[in-house]
Nanobody
């Protein structure tokens, strides 16, 4: 079993900052990509940022230059630093981990999501 747990969401004024954290635990051999996705009301889930095990990153155009993703492979954690937040960043943010389990299986795991609300 693998668990993925996010923390750090909340309410912030436009222009403010928030830091989201995600930790994966359980029967993990290694984790390939780790990423953050978001879904706003009435919209499809979209990729926000993703980071490979080697540290390569990719960002959605709408957050590039404002958000920074980082990870700690030893702790199986990924962090999303969000600066200069805008009301359109309001969404439920979910963490995803591409896990290779100790049984040798590759599986995608999702956290429960954390709400980020940016007021204007």
């Amino acid at each position: 079993q693998v668990q993925v747990v996010e923390s750090g969401g909340g309410l912030v004024q436009a222009g403010g900052s928030l830091r989201l954290s995600c930790a994966a635990s359980g029967s993990i051999s290694s984790i390939n990509d780790m990423g953050w996705y978001r879904q706003a009301p009435g919209k499809q889930r979209e990729l926000v940022a993703i980071i490979s095990r080697g540290g390569s990153t990719r960002y959605a155009g709408s957050v590039k230059g404002r958000f920074t993703i980082s990870r700690d492979n030893a702790k199986n954690t990924v962090t999303l630093q969000m600066n200069s937040l805008k009301p359109e960043d309001t969404a439920v943010y979910s963490c995803n981990a591409a896990v290779i389990t100790r049984a040798g299986l590759w599986q995608n795991y999702w956290g429960q999501g954390t709400q980020v609300t940016v007021s204007s």
